[in-house]
């Protein structure tokens, strides 16, 4: 820059600074005192209103308070008692109070591991009957599902077929219909189809929920629940995802998103070859193991990694189960056969020590890591949102005596798919 236009600069900076500093003195700064400070009014908020994550959640469940508001004028549940078996979080918090202003009397406990004892003082401050406890045992948790029954309920409401099969041990008269939201709970259900004389309808079996809930929701709550228990990268590791259902590919898909090298195992030899097409290493069970640095089971099987796979697995290996039960990962009897060496309780993470050194780690002591571990926020707001209102449909439905015998452990009907994604995507076409 020539001098001149450098003097001219520097003069015009000094005359800016000088200008601020006089005007700021002679007056300017009055405007923070604090007689004026009054002068500055914010809008009319209740800054004492503090509320909780439920209060979040049940805000931002737009379909269901679209559905709560109509359900309170239909009232397609009055009379009906509505036994339920699910995760008590602040999502299905939502959903249970759904029911009750359709005019259901709703009976609650919930699931293994995943009961937040807050959404339990949240539900029965509403008038929602909850016997359930946060506990692991599945002693007490049986206690719980005998404690529905015992209300001899109309309908169940059932995650995973554990309030089914209790109930099935000691069948009433009255009972109307069920719905069950998982695939787990139908893998128990379907080899009974021919003793059952009654509407089931299977959410998960529902297009919808197979995308948004599985596919996108489970993906990327697992994904979420591995980077906040162990706050380790990704880049660069070996992920094993054993199951290529809806929710093993949302999970494959997350990891690889997240630049990790990710091999695919399932037992259906179509499963893998779909993997293989979506560009995934399809290595043998036993190559996988060596190799990983991140175990994933999203199966809804049994014993899918148990103490016989210790002597494959590398040093440092993490396993997490994103599937329903707590019995994809044999915990018991990897701990029968290592030394625990540390417990990181806040984390949610165990690490087991082999003879040989080796040590490996579990997240959440091998229960569903979304809704088990510290923090437990589960899958997103936008997929329950529109996953339980495919439930107050097919409730609704089962009520008003739309759903035959026929209809036994079948899918969600084609019109209540339709209703659902047709209220979601209302907003986006305006």
């Known amino acids: 820059m020539p001098i001149a236009c450098q003097n001219q600069c520097a003069t015009t900076e000094r005359m800016y600074w000088n200008n601020f500093c006089a005007g700021f003195w002679a007056g300017g700064i009055n405007r923070f005192a604090p007689q004026a400070v009054s002068t500055l009014k914010l809008r009319d908020v209740d800054m004492t209103d503090q509320k909780t994550r439920l209060h979040w959640v049940d805000e931002n469940c737009r379909q269901l308070q679209e559905i709560r508001t109509e359900f309170a004028d239909t009232r397609p549940f009055e009379g009906i008692t509505i036994g339920?078996?699910?995760?008590?979080?602040?999502?299905?918090?939502?959903?249970?109070?759904?029911?009750?202003?359709?005019?259901?009397?709703?009976?609650?406990?919930?699931?293994?591991?995943?009961?937040?004892?807050?959404?339990?003082?949240?539900?029965?401050?509403?008038?929602?009957?909850?016997?359930?406890?946060?506990?692991?045992?599945s002693g007490i948790h049986a206690q719980s599902l005998q404690k529905i029954l015992a209300e001899k309920p109309d309908m169940l409401l059932d995650n995973g077929g554990d309030l089914f099969a209790s109930y099935l041990e000691a069948p009433y008269e009255g009972l109307i219909g069920v719905t069950e939201e998982t695939t787990s709970g139908r893998m128990r259900l379907t080899p009974l189809r021919d003793q059952l004389a009654m509407p089931i309808l299977v959410i998960n079996d529902s297009p919808i929920k197979q995308f948004a809930e599985n596919k996108h929701a489970v993906g990327q709550s697992i994904f979420e629940s591995?980077?906040?228990?162990?706050?380790?990268?990704?880049?660069?590791?070996?992920?094993?995802?054993?199951?290529?259902?809806?929710?093993?590919?949302?999970?494959?898909?997350?990891?690889?998103?997240?630049?990790?090298?990710?091999?695919?195992?399932?037992?259906?030899p179509v499963k893998s070859l779909e993997?293989?097409?979506?560009?995934?290493?399809?290595?043998?069970?036993?190559?996988?193991?060596?190799?990983?640095?991140?175990?994933?089971?999203?199966?809804?099987?049994?014993?899918?990694?148990?103490?016989?796979?210790?002597?494959?697995?590398?040093?440092?290996?993490?396993?997490?189960?994103?599937?329903?039960?707590?019995?994809?990962?044999?915990?018991?009897?990897?701990?029968?056969?290592?030394?625990?060496r540390a417990t990181y309780a806040e984390e949610g993470i165990k690490t087991l020590v082999q003879a040989d050194g080796r040590r490996f780690h579990v997240l959440?002591?091998?229960?569903?890591?979304?809704?088990?571990g510290p923090r437990p926020l589960g899958n997103s707001l936008e997929s329950m949102d529109i996953g339980f209102a495919l439930q107050s449909r097919c409730l609704e439905r089962i009520a008003k005596g739309e759903s035959g015998e026929d209809e036994c452990i079948v899918p969600v009907p084609r019109a209540i798919d339709e209703q659902v994604a047709n209220a979601y995507l209302s907003p986006f076409r305006q």
Request: hydrophobic letters at 40%.
């Open 84 to 137: 339920t078996g699910i995760h008590l979080e602040p999502k299905t918090a939502a959903l249970l109070l759904t029911l009750k202003a359709g005019g259901a009397r709703v009976v609650a406990t919930g699931n293994l591991s995943s009961t937040q004892p807050a959404t339990i003082d949240y539900l029965r401050s509403h008038g929602i009957d909850v016997h359930a406890e946060a506990t692991q045992d």
């Open 226 to 268: 591995y980077m906040r228990l162990t706050n380790r990268a990704t880049n660069g590791k070996r992920v094993a995802v054993f199951g290529y259902g809806a929710c093993g590919m949302g999970v494959a898909v997350n990891f690889r998103n997240a630049f990790a090298s990710v091999s695919v195992i399932d037992v259906d």
């Open 275 to 340: 993997a293989h097409f979506d560009g995934f290493q399809t290595p043998s069970r036993e190559m996988a193991l060596r190799k990983a640095d991140i175990i994933v089971t999203e199966t809804g099987a049994e014993n899918v990694i148990t103490a016989s796979d210790l002597d494959l697995l590398k040093d440092g290996a993490i396993l997490m189960n994103g599937g329903h039960f707590p019995t994809e990962i044999d915990v018991p009897s990897l701990q029968s056969v290592s030394a625990t």
């Open 364 to 372: 959440c002591n091998g229960h569903m890591a979304n809704l088990a």
